[in-house]
């Protein structure tokens, strides 16, 4: 059944509002609202109906078609869209994409009814998303429309074949609006840029590859056949000889080595470089645009106003009490974060004791290895769980602080959700880089969790290693089965939709009555229904699961190089995913209106900044880096003896590496039997690394030399860098002068045309 109602007398409106015969254009349906078929007389049918007449009051124009659900096409008046073009002074007169016939663009007709649809009021003071709470409504979306530009940017865009190919930003726009458009832009060029960091951190890896067998530490390490290392547990681990992790030694200094600092200022410098030139992109567009001046403030007002004449501005307003319990709560949930990143230090530290007693020889001999990574594997988990977590508390705290727009509520919720997810993210991790190795005591007075586990210990030739694996375990996990998910969910909840079996009830048919032939709307109405639902986060999750990527990017890239090769190769599929979303198997976003991408710029120079400091930090503390110069330059053979024919790194190992003696070891520390070719009674010494004297194990004079040092060393660091980072910000100009010219031009124009006229009325 399907009836068409023009709920506006025709008089109350101008002539050219009358809808006396259907058209091409009065075929087109701003949105649809679905709901199911409601008894009689019932209280959702009744709220319904009610929150429909208000529409009608305003002038739209409702269709219904009856399937399984009810259908209500809905059509706001041109009176809407003059009033618009009115208050802005039509600021879409340069936006004329494929669809010219309409008088302001679809996007914004789309945008403009989504507000009224949205603060539309009924009798009861409810507002359709309580109506959708109470299910009187189902679902409520614009339409996919069937025309050149959808099929184009099905065809050119939303396929995996033009993965290479640029993307149409300006027939995006056209479609989606602004705000989808600059995400696309920003993606693009964050992706092409990465391209650089990605071939030059290949070019690290490379050439750490390349000295695999020739550093002298680790030589060092693989002949140290004769040094014995204390236990790495309390109960049944063998002493060990340091020879038995040579190719741990080469893989940590393939990672570890002079290339890694080099490359970790080269990243502060292009963190910094992206983002000024992204500035410059950014203003060229919404300078070609007209948007570059637009204000969101004015706009959400005008269109207050066109939903409700009587309407009156919501003052700007602060409370120190409601602030500071946000604030309160907020270090709450950082302290439960960090509580979860202290339980997965836990899961570590007994998961390596249990492994070093396991009946299996892998499993005893690379215990502390299999617990980094299944601790990885552990947090990715921690990082899905606690994302659904972190939306509903960053929610509630909006919620509590009452945000006076929409707009403002949108950016504190994306300062709380992502400093809950970076927490989340990091927390681990920074323990591994900045912790790990340097709190757990030394033999014979370890730091102990619960008074009986002992904290994990670094590897003799360092913990960076530890670092990279963890990273490239998060990274690998995220960039595959999250991916993979986010394309395997909405394709498999269509596929379902699609399949799902159609009943249509079909009404009685009187005496001599003809059967109605389908509507034409109908098919498309119920194949945009089958899509998968759409929400004001989609559009959101996709900036910051990016924002993220670009934190492991950035952050920790000294430890793991080859993080910008994989966000790049990610991001090539990510482009054309969220296409593929979008276009085929999402319903349409209402698209909004916008010139930047809002406070996820400050985000990204935050994070700037704290690439900078997490960079200079593994570089001093996690890295070798810094030890081992302090022994070239102050202890080597080379400042000793003068000796200019060996490595000076030669006797390094030893250096870093202090005695214990066997006697000294806590009472409930069980010495297991040794394996073969060790004999108990000769060993009375161990070795571990640490700098402490041998007789009170107390630091010694290197420790503080190489603590000195590496504080000077991140000193020095990130003061350059920030200076860089300042110098390359002035170097390249936020605004390209082409578009600065356009402005002055525009300018001196419109003056001279203000001073024409007064001359001539003056005349006159």
């Not at 916008?594 to 985000?603: E, K, Q, S, T």
Request: proline share 4%.
């Amino acid at each position: 059944m399907q009836d068409e109602i023009l709920l506006t007398p025709w008089r109350d409106f101008p002539v050219e509002d009358a809808e006396s015969s259907p058209s091409l254009d009065e075929e087109k349906w701003d949105f649809v609202l679905v709901s199911d078929i409601h008894e009689v007389g019932s209280e959702r049918e009744i709220k319904r109906k009610k929150f429909l007449d208000e529409l009608s009051k305003k002038g739209f124009t409702i269709k219904k078609i009856e399937d399984q659900k009810l259908f209500y096409g809905v059509r706001a008046p041109k009176l809407l869209f003059r009033q618009y073009q009115w208050l802005l002074r039509n600021p879409d007169s340069r936006q004329q994409g494929p669809d010219g016939h309409h008088d302001v663009a679809v996007t914004t007709r789309i945008r403009i009814v989504n507000f009224i649809l949205q603060n539309t009021v009924t009798p009861d003071l409810e507002k359709l998303r309580d109506l959708i709470k109470k299910k009187v409504f189902e679902a409520v979306f614009p339409l996919h429309e069937k025309g050149e530009l959808s099929e184009f940017l099905k065809e050119k865009w939303a396929r995996w074949r033009v993965i290479f190919c640029r993307q149409p930003i300006e027939k995006i726009r056209w479609y989606f609006g602004e705000k989808v458009a600059l995400y696309f832009a920003w993606l693009g060029w964050y992706t092409f840029l990465l391209g650089i960091a990605a071939a030059a951190g290949l070019l690290v890896f490379v050439a750490g590859i390349t000295v695999f067998n020739s550093s002298q530490v680790s030589k060092e390490i693989c002949e140290a056949k004769d040094t014995i290392m204390c236990p790495l547990c309390d109960q049944q681990c063998p002493f060990w000889r340091l020879s038995d992790t040579c190719t741990y030694a080469k893989v940590t200094h393939m990672i570890d080595n002079e290339g890694t600092v080099l490359f970790a200022m080269f990243m502060a410098i292009w963190a910094t470089v992206f983002l000024e030139l992204w500035k410059r992109q950014r203003a060229r567009v919404v300078t070609d645009w007209d948007l570059y001046g637009w204000d969101e403030e004015e706009e959400e007002l005008a269109l207050e106003l066109i939903n409700n004449l009587q309407h009156e501005p919501r003052q700007y307003q602060h409370s120190y009490f409601r602030s500071t319990i946000i604030l309160l709560l907020v270090l709450v949930m950082i302290a439960v974060l960090v509580g979860i990143a202290h339980a997965l230090v836990i899961y570590r530290v007994v998961a390596t004791a249990l492994f070093t007693q396991s009946s299996s020889e892998f499993l005893r001999e690379q215990a502390n290895t299999v617990a980094v990574m299944t601790g990885a594997v552990l947090h990715y988990i921690t990082i899905v769980i606690m994302s659904k977590v972190n939306r509903r508390v960053a929610l509630f705290l909006c919620d509590l602080e009452k945000p006076r727009t929409f707009s403002q509520r949108e950016n504190t919720f994306t300062v709380k959700i992502f400093t809950f997810q970076f927490f989340t993210n990091f927390s681990s991790l920074i323990y591994i880089a900045f912790f790990l190795g340097r709190i757990n005591g030394h033999p014979g007075n370890y730091v102990r969790i619960a008074g009986k586990w002992r904290l994990e210990e670094c590897h003799p030739s360092g913990c960076i290693t530890d670092l990279f694996i963890q990273m490239a375990i998060i990274m690998l996990l995220k960039q595959t089965i999250s991916n993979v998910m986010e394309y395997l969910n909405p394709w498999i909840c269509h596929q379902l939709r699609r399949k799902r079996p159609q009943r249509p009830k079909k009404r009685r048919m009187m005496l001599g009555e003809e059967e109605e032939a389908e509507d034409p709307c109908k098919r498309q109405w119920l194949s945009n229904y089958k899509l998968n639902e759409v929400n004001i986060f989609s559009l959101f999750d996709e900036f910051l699961e990016m924002v993220i990527q670009y934190s492991f990017t950035t952050i920790f890239v000294a430890a793991f190089p080859l993080a910008p090769l994989l966000a790049f190769c990610n991001n090539l599929f990510e482009i054309h995913l969220d296409a593929i979303k979008m276009m085929r198997l999402h319903r349409r976003m209402v698209p909004r209106k916008a010139n930047d991408i809002g406070i996820w710029l400050l985000v990204l120079e935050a994070i700037g900044i704290l690439a900078v400091i997490g960079n200079g930090l593994v570089i001093a503390i996690t890295s070798d880096f810094i030890p081992v110069l302090v022994y070239k330059y102050t202890y080597s053979p080379c400042v000793i003896e003068n000796s200019t024919g060996v490595d000076c790194s030669t006797g390094y190992i030893n250096h870093s590496l202090s005695t214990f003696r066997v006697q000294d070891f806590e009472f409930y520390t069980k010495l297991p039997q040794m394996p073969p070719g060790f004999v108990t009674n000769n060993i009375t010494e161990c070795r571990y690394r640490d700098y402490r004297n041998a007789d009170d194990y107390s630091y010694t004079v290197q420790f503080w030399h190489i603590f000195a040092a590496r504080l000077a060393f991140l000193i020095l660091f990130e003061h350059v860098a920030l200076c860089v980072k300042l110098i390359a910000a002035w170097y390249i100009p936020d605004v390209p002068l082409s578009v600065k010219n356009t402005f002055l031009g525009r300018k001196h124009s419109d003056l001279r045309k203000e001073l024409s006229m007064m001359e001539y009325s003056t005349e006159v």
